[in-house]
Every structure is written in structure tokens, then in C-alpha cells.
């Protein structure tokens, strides 16, 4: 994963760029130079032929064949430009509120759901947080009623999160480990919106126009210290570009002030996504998205896969010093030679320990507040706000990790019951 999120760093220095290109981009570039490199040298060979007409019979059949074959190198070009500009017009596009499940291995491309995800985890430093069996199997048994995700932020701009098998488990048999979350900052979303509407305005218009209108905005935005420009939209070939129609979801439920989070959890080949903006963001909100999801397993993955990743949120934010960064492994034999860059791999809740019967309940999905066995249940983990200080008049939010209540046994519990004594009288 790394070298994935490296290529699109190299793809894209620039940290203030918001348009971003996808790996390859500089490869037709480059191509689109050799095309008119190739073409310049043939429109010099046919002034030579107006010079020297002696070589006309010899050299012009020649030439002929040579323009024949760039003509149809132009073809394909523009069959290749098109194809490999269709992903970067799509992550270019204004991000839309939705849940949705997809295969990996059919999208037009197998990196454009996480091109910035990518490109923001190698910007912020590789950052991975892994979880614990018992860590996540903890967060399971918390209520998660008591989170309020509205106050939820990622320690980083993004982030892998890595769960063990058996937690989140799809329609396909296969189990939800990875997690990819990221966050995009209002003006990025702001930028992005306004990035798609100047590209449909130039869809539409004449091609002879373009580059006048182009011009003018660009100087005006150059002048007003824009960072995004109408040659950066340009990137992509106009032509290749979907109309699509416009959608103001974006616009109407994202705050001026907000962001927006990514949520990717992958299987190997399969993905469950999750885009949903920050403002009045709620446990019902996120159910009330448009969604293609339709498996009741699927369904139950995803409610799970959020369980995980907002409670570890909330962990983290609510217990201080619960993120540990995991030193490099010592020793003088090493199997692999050192990368220059390697992942911060962090862990959180290190101390939390659960007993196997507790991990047992959470992998199976039993993870309500009384799950009866006989007399014994489990107490959900929850948050407390604790008192301490002077007077002990300060407060502070504390996790209380679930537990088994009841007898250790699961023996049923003996009431001894006075039966009444009959009346005399009747």
C-alpha cells in the first residue's frame, strides 16, 4: 500500500494543488510530445522534397507510409488519453453523500476510490493504527448510543485502520479488514464543486472558446491569489470528461464550515464506502444516506465497521496517551532491507484485555446490553464522566471496559419464596 500512496506523491508535489492527477499522467504527457515531436519531423522531411524533387521517388513512399502510421498512433492515443483520463475526471469530481458497495477489480480504476486517501496518508506520514482482538471486540461490547459523532476527529488527515478477521464478515464469506478514513476540509470540497461546474460550462461550449474564457478566469484567479486554476482543471482533455448531471446534495448538506469523511473497508475484493458530511452527523444520518447496499450481511458488516471505527475515535480522543507508536522491531538479521519510509504503525488500547468468552460474543455479532446466559450477562463498556480535582468539581470522560455480570458458572440464581398461610375463616 505503500508504494501505491507514494506513486500518487510523486504524481502530485504540489501540497496545495486540489485537483490532483492519478499515477500516469506525466506517461501522456509524454506521449502527446513524442506525437508532435514525430509530426514536426515529418512536415521538415516534406520541405526537404520541395527542395530536392530527386528524391521524391525514393523518400515520398516512405514518407506516406510514416503519416499513415501516425495517423493511426493518433487514434489510439486519443483511445488511450480518454480511457486514462475518465478516473481522474472522477476523483475530480464534487464528493456526494452516499453509502455504496462495489467490486474493486470493475472500476475504471482500481485506485480512483482511494486516489486521495493515498495522496493524503503519504502526506501525512503513513499513519496506521492497528487494532487488538480484544481491543476491537471491546469496542463491540461499548454503547456506542453514548458517542457523539458530530465531536469525532481523526488524529490524522487519514489513516489505515486494521481490524482482525472474524469481526465484520460480508454477503461473499470474505472479512473486512482494512479501513481506509480520511477527511476533506471544507475549501477542498469547496474547490471541487467549483472545479465541476467551470468543466461542464466548457463542455458545453464551442472549442475555439475555451481557451478565451480559460484565459480570462485564470488571470482573474491568478490575481486574486487562487490556488486553483482553469489550466489545472484542464489537465484533463474536455472531451473525455462525462457530462453527468448536476447534483446539489453537496452544497445543501455540507455546513460552510465543515468537512467530510471517507470511509473505505475493503475485503481484498470487494469495498464498503461510506461518504457523509460532517454537519449534525448521527448514528441515523449515516442510515439514511443514499445506499446501494442491499445484503443483510453487508448491512451488518457496515454497522459493524463503523462500531470499530468511531468508537476507536472516540477512545482515542477521550483517554489522552490510549495511542502507543510501535517501536521498529530490533535485532541485527533482518529480512527485508530498510525502506527510507516506513509506515507509523500506532496502538491503541494496548492495556485493554477482554476475556476469550467476551471475544468469543463480540465475533459472533451477540453484542447486545443483557445477552442472557441463564443469569449472567454482559455490562456494555461505557463512558463516565469521572470527578477529580479540588473539591473533586472537575470532570473527566473516562471508558469503563464491558464485563460478564452474574455468576462466574452461569448457575441459575435461588430466590427462597414464604408461601401464605390459607385464611381460617374461609
Request: hydrophobic content about 40%; proline content about 6%; cysteine-free.
Amino acid at each position: 500500500m505503500m508504494e501505491v500512496a507514494a506513486d500518487w506523491l510523486a504524481e502530485n508535489p504540489e501540497p496545495d494543488a486540489t485537483m490532483i492527477r492519478i499515477p500516469g499522467a506525466s506517461a501522456r504527457k509524454a506521449r502527446a510530445e513524442a506525437g508532435l515531436e514525430f509530426e514536426s519531423w515529418v512536415v521538415q522531411k516534406r520541405g526537404m522534397l520541395s527542395r530536392r524533387p530527386d528524391l521524391a521517388v525514393t523518400i515520398a513512399p516512405k514518407l506516406s507510409e510514416v503519416e499513415r502510421l501516425l495517423g493511426e498512433r493518433s487514434l489510439i492515443d486519443a483511445e488511450l488519453d480518454a480511457a486514462e483520463s475518465k478516473p481522474e475526471a472522477m476523483i475530480n469530481r464534487s464528493w456526494r453523500p452516499n453509502n455504496n458497495k462495489h467490486d474493486s477489480a470493475i472500476r475504471e480504476s482500481s485506485n480512483v476510490d482511494l486516489g486521495r486517501w493515498a495522496l493524503s496518508w503519504a502526506r501525512s506520514g503513513y499513519n496506521v493504527i492497528d487494532l487488538s482482538p480484544n481491543f476491537t471486540a471491546a469496542m463491540l461490547l461499548t454503547d456506542h448510543t453514548e458517542i457523539d459523532l458530530s465531536e469525532v476527529r481523526l488524529p490524522f488527515p487519514a489513516l489505515l485502520m486494521l481490524i482482525p478477521d472474524g469481526f465484520a464478515r460480508g454477503a461473499e464469506g470474505l472479512d473486512y479488514t482494512k479501513i481506509h478514513v480520511s477527511e476533506a476540509t471544507r475549501s477542498v470540497l469547496n474547490q471541487l464543486e467549483v472545479g465541476e461546474e467551470v468543466m461542464r460550462t466548457i463542455e458545453s461550449m464551442p472549442r475555439d472558446s475555451v481557451m478565451n474564457v480559460v484565459n480570462k478566469i485564470d488571470a482573474t484567479l491568478t490575481k486574486s491569489g487562487g490556488i486553483l486554476t482553469p489550466r489545472t482543471l484542464l489537465g484533463t482533455p474536455v472531451a473525455a470528461m462525462s457530462p453527468g448531471r448536476r447534483h446539489g446534495a453537496l452544497s445543501a448538506t455540507m455546513a460552510d464550515d465543515g468537512s467530510a469523511l471517507h470511509i473505505y473497508a475493503t475485503d481484498g475484493a470487494h469495498v464498503l464506502e461510506t461518504f457523509v458530511d460532517r454537519r449534525d452527523l448521527t448514528w441515523e444520518a449515516l442510515d439514511g444516506l443514499p445506499d446501494t447496499v442491499a445484503a443483510d450481511a453487508d448491512i451488518e458488516a457496515r454497522h459493524t465497521l463503523r462500531r470499530i471505527v468511531f468508537g476507536a475515535l472516540a477512545f482515542i480522543a477521550a483517554m489522552g496517551s490510549s495511542m502507543e507508536r510501535r517501536s521498529a522491531p530490533s535485532g541485527r538479521r533482518r529480512v527485508q532491507p530498510v525502506r527510507a519510509e516506513s509506515p507509523a504503525v500506532w496502538d491503541v488500547g494496548r492495556t485493554v484485555r477482554l476475556g476469550p468468552s467476551l471475544i468469543r460474543e463480540a465475533r459472533s455479532g451477540a453484542r447486545q446490553v443483557a445477552l442472557r446466559i441463564k443469569h449472567r450477562h454482559i455490562v456494555r463498556g461505557h463512558y463516565r464522566n469521572q470527578p477529580y480535582g479540588h473539591g473533586r468539581q472537575e470532570r473527566k470522560r473516562i471508558w469503563i471496559a464491558p464485563f460478564w455480570k452474574g455468576p462466574e458458572d452461569g448457575a441459575a440464581i435461588v430466590h427462597t419464596y414464604k408461601p401464605a398461610m390459607p385464611d381460617a375463616d374461609k
